[in-house]
């Protein structure tokens, strides 16, 4: 597309800034440009040691590492980090198992980032765009760019949560131009889940054959009794996929793990746009991760029990926070990111890159304890309100 589409608005409240009061279709390698802004120096600059000196709070991953049982299973399947036809573990199956379904209705991926790769190669052609939220994971749209498609985005609503309503409206309108449709679930970066509720009525509102892709890579830190997993769709037959990772509660992130959920026949269109790079030590460690629910566990309480601290903590100093259902969050911080990200970055806490339009609004992973000290410490020390607002208290 040449240019921008839009219609307007009203009552957008919280921050959300005029871009955000208005359904946008725009080139999304114009969109890419906006939304990534580098927010750390390249890894290939950072020694070991300095690197484990960071408060590494900028990519929603889990600190503290793979359980016993994960690193086990990793460590005993080395022997075969020389071959090529090696037996892999049983993550296929494992995964299949444990969501109920058959093995031809998983896919492998290196990471869920790659089954977004596949999915935008599969749907977008012949001039197809993807319809999602704004603003939402905006990696995705790296990947439509390689694919040289464009986007639609809606707004969400004044309360951050995705505008179901919208999307179906704009399924109908553009449905000739749609290849599908991404929901994020948490959504990534306001933490704001879509509910089963909101999930059916999307699915039975825009056309019954229009693909769409639900990322529930945060899926295992939601609390709220109205979210769920959209798997039993795809065995009711709609054309969803759902994607996981083990990056995140399995804590994974460096080893690289995802995989998609979805019929038969969509996993057969999909198959031949994967790589297939997956190394087999993450196989076994993530037929490990399955099983280990109980650190698990013991992962999502002591996250979701910082994460609240810390929210508490900066409304306290008078800063409104995003009600967030995942292992981040963010907060309003009514002046631009950008300076103040790179002011944290002196004081070596690495928090999230901006989101345009959230563009006065700070996403910050949950890490550990000390990491979260250390990051409200900086909190402190950056913002000259919070600043006074401590002295006051």
Same mark, same amino acid.
């Given at each position: ?39 750390a120096a390249p890894r290939a600059q950072r020694t070991a040691d300095e690197y484990d000196t ?145 999930? $059916?009525?999307?699915? /039975? ?6 693909? *769409?892709?639900?990322? =529930? !890579?945060? @899926?295992?830190? %939601? ?85 609240? $601290?810390?929210?508490? /903590? ?6 409104? *926070?995003?009600?967030? =259902? !995942?292992? @981040?969050?963010? %907060? ?62």
């Amino acid at each position: 597309m040449d240019g921008t589409r839009r219609v307007s608005r009203r009552g957008f409240v919280g921050g959300v800034t005029t871009a955000l009061g208005y359904l946008t279709l725009e080139p999304s390698s114009r969109l890419w440009a906006q939304s990534v802004v580098g927010n750390a120096a390249p890894r290939a600059q950072r020694t070991a040691d300095e690197y484990d000196t960071l408060a590494k709070l900028a990519n929603n991953e889990n600190p503290y590492g793979p359980s016993e049982a994960v690193m086990k299973a990793m460590q005993q399947s080395f022997k075969y980090a020389n071959r090529y036809g090696y037996p892999e573990g049983g993550i296929v199956e494992a995964i299949a198992k444990h969501h109920d379904v058959k093995e031809e209705n998983v896919m492998l991926g290196s990471g869920s980032g790659e089954i977004l790769d596949v999915v935008c190669n599969t749907y977008l052609h012949n001039g197809r765009k993807i319809l999602s939220s704004e603003p939402s994971y905006d990696v995705l749209y790296q990947h439509v760019t390689a694919f040289k498609a464009d986007s639609i985005r809606v707004p969400v609503l004044p309360d951050f949560r995705q505008d179901i309503p919208g999307l179906i409206k704009a399924a109908r309108t553009f449905n000739r131009d749609i290849g599908f449709v991404y929901l994020c679930s948490p959504n990534n970066p306001t933490g704001r889940i879509v509910t089963q509720r909101e999930i $059916k009525q999307l699915l /039975d509102g825009i056309p019954e054959d229009m693909p *769409v892709l639900i990322d =529930e !890579a945060y @899926f295992h830190f %939601v609390e709220d009794p109205d979210y769920g997993t959209s798997v039993p769709y795809v065995l009711d037959g709609r054309p969803v996929i759902v994607t996981r990772t083990f990056s995140k509660i399995a804590a994974l992130a460096g080893m690289r793990l995802g995989y998609a959920i979805a019929r038969p026949e969509m996993i057969r269109a999909m198959r031949p746009n994967a790589t297939g790079t997956i190394n087999a030590i993450v196989k076994y460690g993530g037929v490990a991760a399955l099983k280990d629910t109980e650190t698990q566990a013991k992962v999502k309480r002591v996250t979701l029990e910082l994460r609240k $601290k810390t929210a508490a /903590d900066l409304q306290s100093l008078g800063y409104a *926070v995003i009600p967030s =259902e !995942a292992n @981040f969050f963010m %907060v309003h911080l009514r002046r631009p990111v950008q300076p103040v990200i790179e002011e944290f970055k002196k004081k070596r806490v690495l928090v999230g890159r901006p989101f345009p339009p959230l563009l006065e609004h700070l996403r910050v992973s949950v890490g550990t304890a000390d990491e979260m000290s250390r990051f409200l410490t900086a909190f402190k020390e950056i913002v000259p309100q919070a600043r006074t607002a401590a002295k006051a208290s």
